[in-house]
């Protein structure tokens, strides 16, 4: 079955550090993945996905597909990055469509 | 413009009662998801509209779950008999057509329902 997992609940890090969050998935065809971010009393949003290949307020993620994982990345963590992450899987299968999300990592930079 | 916008914010409720929740996609946007979120949980995937027919509930937990949708644009997901394992935020999302895939998804702000 298609999964995606995010092994850290939360990741704490000091203003400056860098910030690597962990996302592995498991699906059988060519995958299509996203990160997700929910920052406090804000809904859900977009940060980026892997076919676009660019980087969006510092992060970066890169689909290895021989590890099957999507990490989320950035070389200096700030206190507005304190957030919610999801890392999400795209299966598009018998005209249907649908996002397949992890846990979410909680972010907190501290100052 | 408005985005996804959901309605109510938040709904309690009683072991039960039915309940229906509301969603108003972005103008323009064919297809339509709802999924929850339940505490300490990721987000579960409900179902998904394409228009106004909804190719896969596969996602619902169980038959008390129904949605529909009409005239493509606004949705709602009626709970009946809830329970109190229904205690979650329901998000709605929209997004452009998905043939082939990939749209970004919009979500809404979420209703958060409570079964006492």
């Known amino acids: 079955a298609q999964r995606v997992t995010q092994p850290e609940k939360l990741l704490s890090v000091f203003k400056g550090a860098p910030v690597e969050l962990k996302c592995n998935y498991s699906?059988?065809?060519?995958?299509?993945l996203f990160w997700y971010v929910q920052y406090s009393r804000q809904r859900l949003q977009l940060l980026l996905r892997?076919?676009s290949r660019e980087s969006i307020k510092g992060f970066t993620a890169d689909l290895n597909k021989g590890e099957t994982s999507f990490h989320l990345k950035k070389p200096f963590a700030q206190e507005e990055d304190s957030a919610m992450y999801y890392c999400?899987?795209?299966?598009?299968?018998?005209?249907?469509?649908?996002?397949?999300f992890g846990s979410g990592t909680r972010l907190l930079v501290r100052p | 413009g408005a985005g996804v916008s959901q309605s109510p914010s938040n709904k309690v409720t009683e072991k039960g009662k039915d309940v229906e929740l509301r969603c108003d996609p972005i103008?323009?946007?064919?297809?339509l998801y709802w999924y929850r979120q339940s505490l300490g949980q990721g987000l579960e995937f409900l179902i998904y509209?394409?228009?106004?027919?909804?190719?896969?509930k596969s996602g619902l937990p169980s038959d008390r779950f129904s949605a529909e949708r009409t005239g493509g644009s606004v949705s709602t997901l009626t709970i009946q008999r809830t329970q109190q394992e229904d205690s979650a935020v329901y998000l709605c999302?929209?997004?452009?057509?998905?043939?082939?895939?990939?749209?970004?998804?919009?979500f809404g702000p979420g209703t958060r329902l409570t079964v006492l």
């Open positions: 999302a929209s997004s452009l057509e998905t043939s082939g895939g990939g749209n970004e998804q919009f």
């Open positions: 699906y059988s065809g060519s995958p299509e």
């Open positions: 892997h076919i």
């Open positions: 999400a899987l795209s299966e598009w299968m018998d005209s249907s469509y649908k996002l397949i």
């Open positions: 103008s323009g946007h064919t297809a």
């Open positions: 509209f394409q228009g106004n027919s909804a190719p896969d």
